[in-house]
């Protein structure tokens, strides 16, 4: 059994940074590619960072230069550091990641965390 739990949100100043992580427990021989999303009030999910597996990363335009998606392999954790926070970035942030456990790889994601910018 494997479960992804989300921490880091909270409420934040335009301007200001967070930094969200999400930790992948149970039986788990690896982390692979990761996907952070996020879902704004009346809006579709939508996807705004990724990781591969070796590393690669990719970004939507509406944050590109201002986050960065890592992840920590040893500690079965993917962050994504937010800088420059607009209040257009309010939303509930998700993610989603491939984990290789005893019966192969699956995708897991997480319960989602708050990120609320606002003055």
């Known amino acids: 059994q494997v479960q992804l739990v989300e921490s880091g949100g909270g409420l934040v100043q335009p301007g200001g940074s967070l930094r969200l992580s999400c930790a992948a427990s149970g039986t788990i021989n690896s982390i692979g590619g990761a996907v952070w999303y996020r879902q704004a009030p009346g809006k579709q999910r939508e996807p705004i960072a990724s990781i591969t597996s070796d590393g690669s990363t990719n970004y939507a335009g509406s944050v590109k230069g201002r986050f960065t998606v890592s992840k920590d392999n040893a500690k079965n954790t993917v962050h994504l550091q937010m800088n420059s926070l607009k209040p257009e970035d309010t939303a509930v942030y998700y993610c989603?990641?491939?984990?290789?456990?005893?019966?192969?790889?699956?995708?897991?994601g997480g319960q989602g965390t708050q990120v609320t910018v606002s003055s």
């Open positions: 989603h990641v491939d984990v290789k456990g005893d019966s192969g790889w699956s995708s897991y």
